[in-house]
């Protein structure tokens, strides 16, 4: 067996091992292409969201006070959602490959959201912190569970990506019609 906790421990140790010996197999492109609906009634943002096993859509509609009408999550809603995801997905692999076995693992990620930017109100930050709370059920001995929370720090990539300044570039292609 080598799924632990819903983890195929054997395809992240091969993986690992590709990297190892092929360092650019590592980068993986991410692509989300979206449109914004136009038509009243509906929510405001959609996107097809293409992955390895087929495909979903992902909705947003802004909160009521931003003009959404609130029938969807908001940005920000998936925004931490990625990093809930992202970190329990690391902890959980990170688990696993340590050889804990974990009889239910939670969640919680928290933030105070400021919008005075977004209005030209100010220059506070949008978020001064994020609170991530994991809540581990597990038999094992807690300095291994603190081990694969460290390491969890240290790789998941949405952590990192929060912590560490990311070069966006913008672009703007108008038409006509």
Known sequence: MTRVNNVDVQKVQSFESKIKNDPSAAKKTQVIEGEWIIEEGDVQFQSIIKYEGGETVFKV??????????????????????????????????ASMLGIQIKKLTTRV?????????????????????????HVESDAPEEKIKEAEALALQRCPVVFTLQNPVKLIAGLEISKG
């Open 61 to 94: 509609d802004n909160p009521t006070f931003m003009g959404g009408g609130g029938k969807f999550p908001g940005p920000m809603h998936y925004c931490l959602y990625g990093l809930a995801s992202c970190y329990t997905g690391t902890f959980a692999t990170m």
């Open 110 to 134: 928290e933030a105070d959201v400021d919008f005075t930017r977004v209005f030209g109100l100010g220059d506070n930050p949008v978020m001064e912190e994020v609170r991530v709370i994991l």
